[in-house]
């Protein structure tokens, strides 16, 4: 499969993190016009420094409205200020940190937060999704799993929500494992 986000993303300069928040962040554009402005720009700064008409020629006008409109560096500047202070990372994929997996998915976030340590490239990782509403049984053998998994070094992943998730990251926790809510 081909990523909708286009191959080869090089970091351009230390400025890159807020160019990409900026294009993270705009209202109205999703991934599928990031990939088609990607595509055309090659980096999300000469996207940002795009002329009207250039815009014009590749997306719908409301698409095109919401990019100028939030044009607004200084703003994308105290958001990334704001994450710093509560010691939380955006990484793009630009940056050698962005996980490496995440590039097989179609369409791969163009920005992660991360609070903590990312899981190990080389590790073997395991993602748990289940039910919220789920049965006694049903998150003890989560937990139960996950524990034994995790004393193997297995890094399980999964969404922080009620229930088998949750079971999820105790069983991680109690086998003393690494663990990851997304």
Known sequence: QKSILGEGIKMENKNDVMYWKWLESIPKVGR???AVLLEYFNTPHNIYDAKE???QSLLKKDKVDSILRHKDLDVIGRELEELKI????FITPSQK???KRLFHLVDYPIGIYVKGQLPKEEGISLAVVGARNASYYGKEMARLFCREL???KVQVISG???GVDASAHQGALEGE???LGV
């Not at 509560?86 to 990372?89: G, H």
Request: hydrophobic share 30%; net charge positive.
């Open 177 to 179: 494992g690494y663990t």
């Open 160 to 162: 922080l929500a009620f």
């Open 97 to 99: 940190e962005y996980p």
């Open 32 to 34: 599928k016009t990031i």
């Open 53 to 55: 008409t250039e815009l």
């Open 86 to 89: 509560r010691n939380i990372k």
């Open 150 to 152: 995790a004393k193997k």
